[in-house]
């Protein structure tokens, strides 16, 4: 099997847009992948945030990937500070990295040109840490959205960069952006993403909010007035939204649905999808909150840490030698 790699920063609260875009394509990948997935930590220091939020998040997330359906079975599924070979790999990455393309990462260059103030050094040089997470496991594919292609880019940069300099030593991973599912658009202003830095509540589900919030969101999602129910994301994006909704989670194709609702109006679909999102979130809660109380996290958390420090340290040790760090 082929080996993919993906990471999250636990910075925030997964929403159905990350669900629909991204878990529920993990949950396929993990029988056609050697699947590794991570909560980027490292990463999340490099903007303040404190300690409580991020033990907060980052049980969150694992409990939500495994209520969801990933299986600590098929998957590796650890936090990137549980296995040191990240920072280690990060400085020799670091040390391979020139300012100058680092200066042209789109995160620090747009908050360098808006003249924020209190940007970390960590902020600088994470991409160097990215691709020490991607290039210690040998991984052929990394599912990103388009902010982060950038990133995989300069992963691959660096790899050729070390093999050239040492010998062949990493493998140059591949960006799969077009394989990050269904795009999930805001149900206030479905001109734009839905995303955790949102600042409309309306427009974002949480994958933790209450079911009746949810429903009411999806009632008062903003549509047009045309009035006829037809498949248009162009012309119609509040409804094209809402059909993909609906077909992700009942696996209905939106010609079906669309079918169904020949003649029909707007009011009548928007209650059956309100439904659909009340029920699958409250199943998901439901195996959220056994997960957190069973003591499950810690089992799975540590298992995935031996795996994935077994196969770091195979590659951070060729790397010292390479260096020569190891005498
Ligand atoms: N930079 C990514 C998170 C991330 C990642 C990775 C993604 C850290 N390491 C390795 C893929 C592979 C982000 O900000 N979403």
Known sequence: METML??????????????????????????????YIFI?????????????????????????????GLDPEKVTLFLQSDVDAHAKLGWVMTCTSYVGELQRMTQYKDKTAKGETGITAGLFTY???????????????????????????????????FNNRYSETFVIPQPLTSTVGTKVYSLSDPTKKMSK??????????????????????MSAVTDSIGIIQYDPENQPGLANLLTIQSVLTKEPIESIVARY???????????????????????????????TSGKLEEVLKQGADKANYIANKKIRKVYKKVGFTL
Do not use: C, W
Not at 8 to 29: C, D, E, M, V, W
């Open 197 to 218: 830095s949102v600042t409309d509540p309306k427009g974002t589900i949480d994958l933790l909010d209450d079911p009746n919030v949810a429903r009411k969101k999806i």
């Open 40 to 68: 980027a930590n490292l990463h999340a220091i490099t903007v303040p945030i404190s300690a409580k939020e991020l033990r907060q998040n980052t049980k969150d997330l694992i409990a939500l990937y495994l209520a969801s």
């Open 6 to 35: 993906s990471a999250i920063k636990p910075t925030g609260r997964l929403h159905l847009g990350n669900y629909i875009g991204a878990i529920s394509q993990f949950i396929k990948y993990q029988d056609e992948y050697d699947l």
């Open 127 to 161: 991409p160097p840490l990215m691709a020490a997470d991607i290039l210690l496991y040998d991984a052929k594919y990394v599912p990103v959205g388009k902010d982060q292609t950038q990133h995989v880019e300069l992963t691959r940069d660096l790899a050729e960069r």
């Open 262 to 292: 020949e003649g029909k109006g707007y009011g009548e679909l928007k209650k059956e999808i309100a439904q659909t999102v009340f029920d699958f979130l409250t199943d998901l809660q439901a195996k959220y909150k056994e997960i957190i």
